[in-house]
């Protein structure tokens, strides 16, 4: 899927220093989109911290049913598995990030022999004398590539993680209404279909694995009839299908309006910055952003405020 794609995620050393001696405001949109990552480790911590305290709290209360200690128990489970993914995920990024910007002092006269050992983007007129060349080494590149793909399989697991549990919570509520849940895990299996059909279009295109795909410093042409939006508005319609399904069932209720409100608040911060995410994604929109680079921060917003909570 669209996960996978290079620099979906993590641009490329070589993208990454062409872009910032053209315009060095992709600076800012990494740096931004690290401090998000960051920010949010912290919180994952304070969440899963708080999660096993509760249920190690409630463990004593012998009133509790066999079933709640068991639900309960998962649910703790789960949150110390989304932490990780996300923890580990950040730290990826963050590592990556710190290469791009150690791999900015590549730069140098073009002369003398190729070496292909290296990966060369120019810029300047060679008459005047303004050309320069930015390099990075093919082992380089290659390294993080490989990281950028365990960064998506990171990201990919999140995200299914949460959309699972986001069905399993609808089925909870709405066993008396088939057709509801019903709804949900469609839209879920939608979801997963999506996956299946990117990561075996990319493989075919050979993306994933092809030296094409990380040494292309403006991207790769996606197969036919595949989108880098496709990925991310797959999710957010288990999303919006789950909250819109919940919140119409509670929200009639004045006892229990605040709850409503903190599950549209819980949920407006992932369906914005996806929508976000998927515009800013639309190739379209990225040709047109020829100065100002708002890519990362969108995706990495929606990445860190989809949690199954």
């Not at 590549?106 to 002369?111: A, D, F, Q, R, T």
């Not at 795909?213 to 790769?220: H, K, Q, Y």
């Not at 042409?221 to 919006?240: D, K, Q, Y």
């Not at 680079?293 to 917003?301: C, D, Q, V």
Request: hydrophobic letters at 50%; a positive charge.
């Amino acid at each position: 899927m669209s996960l996978f794609l290079t620099g979906f995620w993590i641009p490329s050393s070589l993208q990454f220093g062409t872009t910032f001696f053209e315009t060095g405001s992709n600076l800012f949109d990494s740096l931004i989109a690290a401090f998000i990552c960051t920010v949010f480790s912290g919180i994952q911590l304070c969440m899963v911290r708080r999660t096993i305290f509760l249920h190690l709290r409630l463990d004593g209360d012998k009133s509790r049913f066999n079933c709640d200690y068991i639900q309960g128990l998962l649910l703790t489970i789960a949150s110390a598995v989304f932490a990780a993914l996300f923890i580990s995920a950040s730290l990826i990024y963050c590592v990556s990030f710190a290469r791009n910007i150690l791999t900015l002092r590549s730069v140098s006269i073009p002369g003398g022999a190729p070496d292909f050992r290296v990966a060369r983007s120019c810029q300047g007129n060679a008459l005047n004398g303004s050309l320069r060349c930015f390099e990075v080494s093919i082992s380089n590149l290659r390294a993080a590539r490989n990281m950028e793909i365990v960064f998506s399989a990171l990201a990919q697991a999140i995200l299914f993680l949460t959309d699972g549990l986001l069905v399993i919570r609808c089925y909870t509520i709405f066993r008396d209404k088939p057709y509801v849940y019903g709804i949900a895990l469609l839209s879920f299996l939608g979801s997963i279909g999506v996956a299946v059909f990117g990561l075996v279009s990319l493989s075919r295109a050979d993306i994933l694995t092809g030296d094409s795909a990380w040494l292309a410093g403006d991207g790769v042409t996606l197969p036919r009839g595949f989108t880098p939006t496709m990925s991310i508005v797959s999710s957010l319609v288990v999303n919006a299908v789950v909250a819109v399904a919940i919140v119409g069932r509670i929200g009639n209720s004045d006892v229990y309006g605040s709850a409503a409100g903190l599950i549209i608040e819980s949920a407006l911060p992932p369906v914005v910055f996806g929508i976000l995410a998927s515009v800013f994604a639309t190739p379209s929109i990225q040709s047109q952003l020829k100065v100002i680079e708002f890519n990362l921060i969108p995706k990495m917003a929606w990445l860190a405020f989809t949690h199954p909570s």
